[in-house]
């Protein structure tokens, strides 16, 4: 889809935050049967993170937050909106509300995104839409994850895969505009494919009236079918990033970066292959967080500005994709202009 522009939306700042507690390939092959070399060879992830349980999702998410007000030079107080992706969120009503108060941001209205591993790219189109037609001037957008604490740590086909973490960008309403186009696409007939799903106690679902006790039941772990999820992933991830470039009318040389949802370095190199983009251009950190899910974006995003390696008339190309399934592409002219 190509924009057409009202008012710009800006990158202005990013921020990350992780765990310090780091979990390599060796200490989990003494929790369930794998080697290092499986797992690298595999994913190309060395370690990731895990979230003490004294510490919430909030905290993750506050701090990354906070690190690119720090960079934005704003005060919490100028946020008319936080947008919290994340699908480990410590209420189900929501978790915006405590980000919000966490960072005392009190004049600006949160609410959540809850789509896995595409969270943070559709909280970003969304907040975009948001400043486009000038209802907000600031917008905070968090994507954060703690899937350590709904994986099973005896199924070595998950639990080696995924890590915590939190990644924020501050979009703002400024004459240039950054977003230059995006596609988002879903297949809910898939989306047994990667779940975390409810499940009903065997009393609750008792078909005599006598039996019945009220509905009660609990979340299972994360389920995935990792074959299946591979192939939707490159099959249909180059697809999404061809028909956006071509909207806009940008061949693949231009594109500055590619960065992709880390999800497997396997993944990462054969979208890049699919679409003849050099791996130079293709950003990963994978080794050392694993899959953060709606975090990994934003937190490589901010390595990126961290590095030093966004230009200004950058063109960089970012594509999630996960559960329920959805995927999309984001496409972005980054603009060196001062805040206003
Ligand atoms: N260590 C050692 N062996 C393992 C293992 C592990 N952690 N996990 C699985 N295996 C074994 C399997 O039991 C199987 O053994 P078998 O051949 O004796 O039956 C063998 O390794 C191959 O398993 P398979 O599932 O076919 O491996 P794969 O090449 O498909 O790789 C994934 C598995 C999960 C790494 C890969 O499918 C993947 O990355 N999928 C995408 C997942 C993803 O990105 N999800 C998030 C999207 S947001």
């Keep these: 889809m190509k924009l057409s522009t009202l008012a710009g939306s800006h990158i202005v700042a990013t921020g990350s935050a992780v765990p310090d507690i780091k979990i390599s390939n060796e200490i989990l092959s003494r929790i369930v049967d794998t080697s290092d070399t499986w797992i690298s060879t595999r994913t190309g992830i060395k370690e990731r993170r895990l979230l003490p349980k004294h510490k919430s999702i909030i905290d993750l998410a506050a701090d990354a937050a906070n690190e690119a007000l720090d960079n934005a030079l704003l005060s919490p107080s100028d946020i008319d909106l936080i947008i919290l992706a994340t699908s480990s969120q410590n209420d189900l009503f ?16 949160g609410f959540d995104i809850t789509a896995a591993c595409s969270g943070f790219l559709i909280g970003l189109i969304t907040a975009s839409q948001f400043i486009q037609t000038g209802s907000y001037k600031n917008i905070l957008i968090v994507g954060a994850d703690i899937l350590s604490r709904w994986v099973d740590w005896s199924d070595r086909s998950t639990c080696i895969l995924f890590g915590d973490g939190a990644g924020a960008a ?30 009903y106690s065997p009393e609750a679902t008792s078909s005599s009236y006598r039996q019945q006790s009220p509905p009660s039941g609990r979340y299972n772990y994360l389920r995935m079918n990792g074959k299946e999820v591979y192939k939707f992933a490159v099959s249909n991830v180059p697809k999404s990033i061809k028909k956006s470039l071509n909207e806009l ?15 497997n370095q396997r993944i ?9 983009i050099p791996t130079e251009k293709v950003v990963s950190n994978i080794a050392q967080y694993g899959n953060t899910s709606a975090a990994s974006i934003p937190i490589a995003l901010n390595e990126c500005f961290e590095k030093g390696k966004i230009c200004n008339g950058d063109i960089i190309v970012i594509a999630g994709f996960g559960a329920g399934l959805t995927w999309g592409t984001l496409v972005v002219q980054w603009n060196a202009i001062e805040s206003n």
């Design 94 to 109: 929501g978790s915006a509300s405590q980000l919000q108060a966490a960072i005392k941001a009190k004049n600006a209205m």
């Design 170 to 199: 501050i979009i703002q309403n400024t004459q240039k505009n950054d977003i230059l186009g995006f596609h988002l696409n879903t297949n809910g007939a898939e989306a047994k494919q990667l779940s975390i799903s409810y499940q």
């Design 249 to 263: 009318q940008i061949s693949t040389d231009d594109i500055s970066w590619l960065l992709l949802h880390q999800a």
């Design 268 to 276: 990462l190199e054969a979208v890049a292959d699919k679409l003849s």
